[in-house]
């Protein structure tokens, strides 16, 4: 091997670490900035409401919503189970844990989680 090739041996090999190194660092950003992180500690709390159901979000040990009565509803209607209480609240968890805000809730999504209220 002459000297011309080996320096564009080790010229290849080096691109070749520095692209690596390069893409492994590019990946860990990424894997920080990503908009769901694993673990934000996303509750939720349900409780009883003058007879009817309602529910906190609690992120990281401070309430960030708190939700008496179902959303998207004309009136204030109170969730009628603890079970639909905890499908609406589990649906707000997830908008929050993608950050998708505000988490709001339609009807077509009350319908879809088949929560019981009056029209």
Known sequence: MNVTSTHK??????SLLVTII?????NQEAQE??????NQNVV??????NGG??????KQDK???VQNQIPA????QLFRSKRDADKVGELMKFK????????????KELDSLQINYTP
């Open 96 to 107: 929050i844990m993608h950050n998708i805000f505000p988490p709001s809730v339609s009807l």
């Open 63 to 65: 309430k960030l919503i």
């Open 53 to 58: 159901w309602g529910f906190y979000i609690i």
């Open 73 to 76: 509803v004309n009136g204030l």
């Open 44 to 49: 939720v709390d349900t409780h009883e409401v």
């Open 22 to 26: 390069g893409l492994y660092f590019i």
């Open 9 to 14: 041996l080790i010229f290849l090999i080096s």
């Open 33 to 38: 900035n990503s908009p769901v992180k694993v």
